[in-house]
């Protein structure tokens, strides 16, 4: 099968720092992203955005993040446009290139999906999970999975395949190796496509097996492998599914800070502090092959420095009207290349990274398949610095084959080959979860958004005068109103 369809994807993270961005500097950089390789654009875009905005704002709700989230989708609608050959832009001049089919939060991390033919994606999910300070959502992970169907010119159905999109914040500082392992962990567990609760005592579906003696033990064997799949089925792990995972994973060099006079990587290939010679030294790679973390994902090589901690050089003039009135930090100058060079206390990191599950053996060893079943990466990079962070955006561009889902989950022979495997070896994670599923994730979930909300507006009150003043006010009358119904 080496014509099987394929689906062209893109994936951007980028932590903004709690600024806006520069639209016109970030959509040409987006530009030439999709320009790198290919004359086409790509069929679906997904934007990861970790620190998207204030806390405030972002624990008030969706609401306040619209302004934040409108910047990202004008960048993607002007790069598309600027790609676009002007004979073709002038049949869209009514249009757009990209629809923005929705967009999803957690606190300050945020998840964006564009389409070229959004009607192609189906049956979209959302999830999130909070593992911040009292699992609060200044860290976390947001989720949204789709069924993607490509139709012949009759309409008909030709290929589908599912696609699970996780982005990330883990916990920073070099320090923090465990509590960022431990992040992995709440994201396994608790980033839930429906609530696990209602297949806690879910009962079987199929007769019993044949063969058993006891009918009583082999209903409830039954029952219960009926409930793992199901669990798997709502973890990020689904089977049937596609998985990427983006975001500021936040795996640095080195679990202290660096001390006075400490070598740091540069970027000229013929130093022997060339960053290349650091990748050795990464612990993201370093977590994920002793089984500590990200669990069976595969990484494109990396072909970039660190994208983390960049200080950009002063800006080269003041401040003109090409910056936007309020974006603290901004390039104000419309320069696309900025200079930068390492922060001195913190040890440089690929922070920012985009992992997937590979296709498994399963598929690749079956009937009519073979090599054709592979994920083809297109490029793994980084996009210039810019003035208003600290981080680099990363995007992987690769091509999907499209799989359906009964063709991606593993057989029953997968099944038993993987679980009779010597004991050293660990099992495919569309087959056992690394870790269990929460079933209390979405009931707790709930209760803290109330608390983020609460922390969100007072926030906001106290970062005014007079928002003191309301609050005083209104606290005011409502004790006087208390005082005079008590008496």
């Known amino acids: 099968m080496d014509d099987m369809p394929t689906l062209d994807v893109f994936i951007l993270t980028f932590n903004a720092a709690k600024h806006d961005i520069n639209i016109p ?5 987006l530009y030439n992203a999709f320009g790198q390789i290919g004359s086409r654009l790509p069929e679906l875009l997904v934007v990861s955005l970790q620190e998207m905005a204030p806390m405030h704002l ?13 910047s990202y989708e004008l960048a993607v609608d002007i790069a598309a446009a600027m790609f676009v050959a002007e004979e073709e832009r002038q049949l869209r001049l009514k249009g757009r290139t990209y629809k923005l089919v929705t967009t999803r939060n957690v606190g300050m991390t945020g998840i964006m999906l564009f389409a070229c033919e959004p009607a192609a994606v189906r049956n979209l999910q959302a ?3 909070g593992f911040g300070a009292g699992d609060m959502a200044n860290k976390g992970a947001v989720g949204l999975r789709t069924l993607y169907e490509k139709q012949d010119a009759d309409g008909h159905i030709v290929a589908s395949t599912e696609l699970t999109f996780v982005s990330a914040h883990l916990e920073a500082m070099e320090w923090n190796l465990d509590r ?3 992040n992995w962990e709440s994201i396994v567990s608790g980033l839930l496509f429906e609530d696990p609760k209602k297949f806690a005592e879910r009962p079987s579906l199929h007769p019993t097996l044949h063969g058993s003696e006891d009918p009583d033990e082999e209903q409830n064997l039954l029952g219960r492998d009926s409930t793992e799949k199901a669990l798997r089925d709502i973890s990020i792990y689904k089977p049937g599914a596609h998985l990427f995972v983006a975001g500021d994973l936040n795996y640095r060099l080195s679990k202290t800070s660096p001390a006075p006079g400490s070598v740091f990587p540069t970027t000229d290939p013929e130093s022997p502090n060339y960053y290349a010679n650091f990748l050795t030294r990464d612990q993201l ?4 092959s002793a089984g500590r973390t990200l669990h069976g994902l595969s990484e494109a090589a990396i072909k970039f420095p660190p994208t983390y901690k960049l200080e950009p050089s002063p800006k080269s003039k003041p401040q003109t009207e090409l910056g936007r009135i309020g974006d603290e930090g901004d390039e104000g100058d419309d320069v696309d290349e900025v200079k930068w060079s390492w922060a001195r206390h913190r040890w440089p990191g690929w922070c920012d990274r985009i992992l997937f599950l590979d296709i498994p053996w399963w598929v690749r060893e079956g ?3 073979g090599k054709a079943a592979k994920m083809k990466i297109t490029t793994y990079d980084a996009l210039p610095a810019v003035r208003s962070s600290d981080h680099r955006a990363v995007f992987l561009r690769l091509q999907v084959p499209m799989l359906d889902p009964d063709s991606l989950a593993p057989t029953e022979s997968a099944c038993e080959r993987e679980q009779s495997a010597v004991w050293d070896e660990p099992v495919n994670p569309r087959i056992k979860l690394p870790f269990s599923v929460d079933f209390r994730s979405w009931e707790h979930r709930a209760m803290v958004k109330k608390w983020e909300s609460t922390i969100g507006w007072s926030m906001l009150i106290s970062q005014s005068k007079q928002g003191i003043m309301v609050f005083i006010t209104v606290l005011l009358v409502g004790l006087g109103a ?3 119904r008590s008496r």
């Open 127 to 129: 999830a999130e999970v």
């Open 25 to 29: 500097v970030f959509a040409r950089h």
């Open 180 to 182: 960022r392992n431990k």
């Open 58 to 70: 972002a624990f008030i709700g969706s609401h306040a993040l619209y302004p934040y989230f409108r």
């Open 367 to 369: 009937e009519g398949v």
């Open 285 to 288: 790679a370093a977590e994920k």
């Open 482 to 484: 208390w005082w005079y």
